[in-house]
């Protein structure tokens, strides 16, 4: 069984600095996609970013130059280093794995909040 947990949220003042883990427990195959996506208030789920196994990294655009995603494989985690925080970026901010094994398989965390004052 596959878990992801996620820490690191808080509150923080616009311009702030936060820095989010997400550790994966249980089997992954070698191929997968891991990421971080985000939920505000009456919002849908969007895309933050990904990195894949090889080290591919994809980013939305309204993050770009301020977050940076980046995985130790030795530890199974991930991490989302987030910058210039803008109150924007307020949401629930959601770990995700896609692992291609055998038959593609999704998992998410449960997720955590971060918030940011104006």
């Known amino acids: 069984q596959v878990q992801l947990v996620e820490s690191g949220g808080g509150l923080v003042q616009a311009g702030g600095s936060l820095r989010l883990s997400c550790v994966v427990s249980?089997?992954?195959?070698?191929?997968?996609?891991m990421g971080w996506y985000r939920q505000a208030p009456g919002k849908q789920r969007e895309l933050v970013t990904t990195?894949?196994?090889?080290?591919?990294?994809a980013v939305a655009d309204s993050v770009k130059g301020r977050f940076t995603i980046s995985r130790d494989n030795a530890k199974n985690t991930v991490y989302l280093q987030m910058n210039s925080l803008k109150p924007e970026d307020t949401a629930v901010y959601f770990c995700?794995?896609?692992?291609?094994?055998?038959?593609?398989?999704?998992?998410w965390g449960q997720g955590t909040q971060v918030a940011v004052s104006s």
């Open positions: 995700n794995l896609v692992d291609y094994g055998p038959g593609k398989s999704v998992y």
């Open positions: 249980g089997r992954i195959f070698g191929v997968n996609v």
């Open positions: 990195i894949t196994s090889g080290g591919s990294i």
